[in-house]
């Protein structure tokens, strides 16, 4: 899967639950998900879960923990699918 | 709780505690008079059942509403909520890494998606069932139907919590 397309699926699933709709369309792999989109903490559990559904992978929590930017969660589900 | 004390002590320190319905009421943070749990019937890794008697002389009767008492619906979730994620909650924490694991958190409201289909009039006993849809990371979501004792359907909820050092 091309990057660019991982990066929309991803972003189509943050925005879910992002409270800070306003971010969403600018948002690079640069952005926070927590501090710029203003994701609520406890919902990084439902975005984990997404990505797995999504993608068809396993996130196990220490990859989870990793997870700071929308950058990171492309990555490390090119990773996954790699 | 003399029987919940002694199994309490056996299970103290030991990871994998599958713990007893009655003790599980006792390590339930709520107490009176925000308890509404009674009594657990049932608890297992896959869910929970429980009942709950709304007594007649709560006091928020006398205003919601003056001559027409109703339970608000907030109550109602409130009594889902330490069933399916609190209570549910506790059990799943015990096992996985006993009582000091549940010692060591406590369980916060995060999400819920609800809806009120019936009236619980003071004196009103309900059942409130609920299914563990996931728990990862500390977060408990459960899937819960509260049925009056005529099998009325009086609200059903997707409700999760999340678990947070004390």
Same mark, same amino acid.
């Given at each position: 899967?091309?990057?660019?397309?991982?990066?929309?699926?991803?972003?189509?699933?943050?925005?879910?639950?992002?409270?800070?709709?306003?971010?969403?369309?600018?948002?690079?792999?640069?952005?926070?998900?927590?501090?710029?989109?203003?994701?609520?903490?406890?919902?990084?559990?439902?975005?984990?879960?997404?990505?797995?559904?999504?993608?068809?992978?396993?996130?196990?929590?220490?990859?989870?923990?990793?997870?700071?930017?929308?950058?990171?969660?492309?990555?490390?589900?090119?990773?996954?699918?790699? | 709780?003399?029987?919940?004390?002694?199994?309490?002590?056996?299970?103290?320190?030991?990871?994998?505690?599958?713990?007893?319905?009655?003790?599980?009421?006792?390590?339930?943070?709520?107490?009176?008079?925000?308890?509404?749990?009674?009594?657990?019937?049932?608890?297992?890794?896959?869910?929970?059942?429980?009942?709950?008697?709304?007594?007649? /002389?709560? =006091? $928020?009767?006398?205003?919601?509403? +003056? @001559?027409?008492? !109703? &339970?608000?619906?907030?109550?109602?979730?409130?009594?889902?909520?330490?069933?399916?994620?609190?209570?549910?909650?506790?059990?799943?924490?015990?096992?996985?890494?006993?009582?000091?694991?549940?010692?060591?958190?406590?369980?916060?409201?995060?999400?819920? /998606?609800? =809806? $009120?289909?019936?009236?619980?009039? +003071? @004196?009103?006993? !309900? &059942?409130?069932?609920?299914?563990?849809?996931?728990?990862?990371?500390?977060?408990?979501?459960?899937?819960?139907?509260?049925?009056?004792?005529?099998?009325?359907?009086?609200?059903?909820?997707?409700?999760?919590?999340?678990?947070?050092?004390?």
């Amino acid at each position: 899967m091309a990057r660019d397309e991982t990066f929309g699926k991803v972003m189509e699933i943050i925005g879910r639950y992002a409270k800070n709709k306003d971010a969403i369309d600018g948002a690079t792999e640069d952005t926070n998900i927590l501090e710029d989109l203003k994701v609520n903490s406890a919902r990084l559990v439902d975005v984990i879960l997404d990505f797995e559904d999504e993608f068809d992978i396993e996130v196990d929590d220490e990859d989870a923990d990793a997870v700071n930017t929308v950058g990171d969660a492309v990555t490390l589900i090119e990773a996954k699918l790699a | 709780m003399a029987l919940a004390a002694l199994a309490g002590g056996k299970a103290r320190g030991m990871t994998g505690a599958a713990l007893h319905p009655d003790q599980i009421l006792d390590l339930l943070p709520q107490k009176e008079p925000f308890r509404f749990v009674d009594e657990i019937v049932e608890v297992s890794k896959r869910g929970i059942v429980a009942h709950y008697t709304f007594p007649p /002389d709560l =006091d $928020f009767y006398r205003g919601h509403f +003056p @001559g027409n008492p !109703v &339970t608000p619906g907030v109550i109602l979730l409130e009594c889902i909520a330490q069933v399916g994620v609190v209570a549910l909650g506790i059990y799943l924490v015990a096992l996985e890494g006993g009582l000091d694991a549940v010692d060591s958190r406590l369980s916060l409201f995060a999400d819920a /998606d609800v =809806d $009120f289909s019936g009236v619980v009039r +003071p @004196g009103d006993r !309900v &059942t409130v069932t609920a299914t563990k849809k996931f728990f990862r990371r500390g977060k408990l979501r459960s899937e819960a139907e509260m049925h009056l004792d005529d099998g009325t359907l009086v609200c059903s909820a997707t409700i999760s919590g999340i678990a947070v050092p004390r």
